[in-house]
T-cell receptor
Framework: EAQVTQNPRYLITVTGKKLTVTCSQN?????MSWYRQDPGLGLRQIYY???????DKGDVPEGYKVSRKEKRNFPLILESPSPNQTSLYFC????????????FGPGTRLLVL | AQTVTQSQPEMSVQEAETVTLSCTYD???????LFWYKQPPSRQMILVIR??????QNATENRFSVNFQKAAKSFSLKISDSQLGDAAMYFC????????????FGPGTRLSVLP
């Protein structure tokens, strides 16, 4: 089954404790992205990657890191989480064809205390 | 920078009736794509419909259709014969046509369907 998986689905942590949210896709897609969703703001792109070792900042990259060492994986790293990073996070992937849609993961709900 | 605006935070429609959700965007690009996504309570993001800016014909997918006005930078979604399962958050999104993965989403419209 073609899918994007994220782990964990729910996470409660404390300020300053490093965490990683994993994202994996099994469709051999070139493009992958991370978004955060906040009420009244929609989804905002954090980082995206156009292929292995190629990443670029989205609209809200501050406080986040990413890496793309393998085509299928695109982890999101919060080196020192803060309460304003409490949000719902989505990973998405899509093929290189610009007209094609994104496939979204199920989302990760993060609470930073 | 591109922006996407959805001026209706909430809308409601009677079952079997028609509703139109509004979306406007701001861009200086000529090549781009526009999307409507549905997010039900499960939070899963589901593509509803897609429009290529170079196509003049409005996209249609079953009960869903768009009114794409390129000069006015408007991209509204019409849902015909509304069903209870259409109740969800709807997001309008913009993607630059020749620059990878840079998506911009609107703030969303919450649609309620009344029986």
């Amino acid at each position: 089954e073609a899918q994007v998986t994220q782990n964990p689905r729910y996470l409660i942590t404390v300020t300053g404790k490093k965490l990683t949210v994993t994202c994996s896709q099994n469709m051999n897609h070139e493009y992958m992205s991370w978004y955060r969703q906040d009420p009244g703001l929609g989804l905002r792109q954090i980082y995206y990657s156009m292929n292995v070792e190629v990443t670029d900042k989205g609209d809200v990259p501050e406080g986040y890191k990413v890496s793309r060492k393998e085509k299928r994986n695109f982890p999101l790293i919060l080196e020192s989480p803060s309460p304003n990073q409490t949000s719902l996070y989505f990973c998405a992937s899509s093929p290189e064809d610009h007209g094609r849609d994104q496939y979204f993961g199920p989302g990760t709900r993060l609470l930073v205390l | 920078a591109q922006t996407v605006t959805q001026s209706q935070p909430e809308m409601s429609v009677q079952e079997a009736e028609t509703v139109t959700l509004s979306c406007t965007y701001d861009t200086s690009e000529s090549d781009y794509y526009l999307f409507w996504y549905k997010q039900p309570p499960s939070r899963q993001m589901i593509l509803v419909i897609r429009q290529e800016a170079y196509k003049q014909q409005n996209a249609t997918e079953n009960r869903f259709s768009v009114n794409f006005q390129k000069a006015a930078k408007s991209f509204s979604l019409k849902i015909s014969d509304s069903q209870l399962g259409d109740a969800a958050m709807y997001f309008c999104a913009y993607r630059r046509g020749n620059y990878g993965q840079n998506f911009v989403f609107g703030p969303g419209t919450r649609l309620s369907v009344l029986p």
